[in-house]
């Protein structure tokens, strides 16, 4: 089991840069394929980005490409999502997930574990 812990989300201006992290707990961190989703008000979970097991593969929505990078430390148990030129449309509850071998990075029914989220604000 794995359990997840999001941290520095938070106010932040349009143009401005925020970067999250997520601590994973246990010793199979590394097993797993991770994922940052959000979801805003009255809207339903989105993919974001996500990132193999090794590092070596990552994947991002095209609403966030080229203004965020996903990174990964397993020997530190811990997820990045390092957020540049953020937009308003930005502004959503930020969640980290877990997902062991899954079928598709895009899709939050392949994750197995998922964090408390935390809240990005981006004022215009």
């Known amino acids: 089991q794995v359990q997840l812990v999001e941290s520095g989300g938070g106010l932040v201006q349009a143009g401005g840069s925020l970067r999250l992290s997520c601590a994973g707990s246990g010793r199979t961190f590394s097993r797993y394929a991770m994922g940052w989703f959000r979801q805003a008000p009255g809207k339903e979970r989105e993919f974001v980005t996500a990132?193999?097991?090794?590092?070596?593969?990552?994947y991002y929505a095209d609403s966030v490409k080229g203004r965020f990078t996903i990174s990964r430390d397993n020997a530190k148990n811990t997820l990045y999502l390092q957020m540049n030129s953020l937009k308003p449309e930005d502004t959503a509850v930020y969640y980290c997930?877990?997902?062991?071998?899954?079928?598709?990075?895009?899709?939050?029914?392949?994750?197995?574990?998922w964090g408390q989220g935390t809240q990005v604000t981006v004022s215009s």
């Open positions: 990132i193999s097991v090794s590092g070596g593969s990552t």
């Open positions: 997930a877990a997902g062991f071998n899954p079928g598709s990075y895009y899709s939050p029914r392949q994750y197995d574990y």
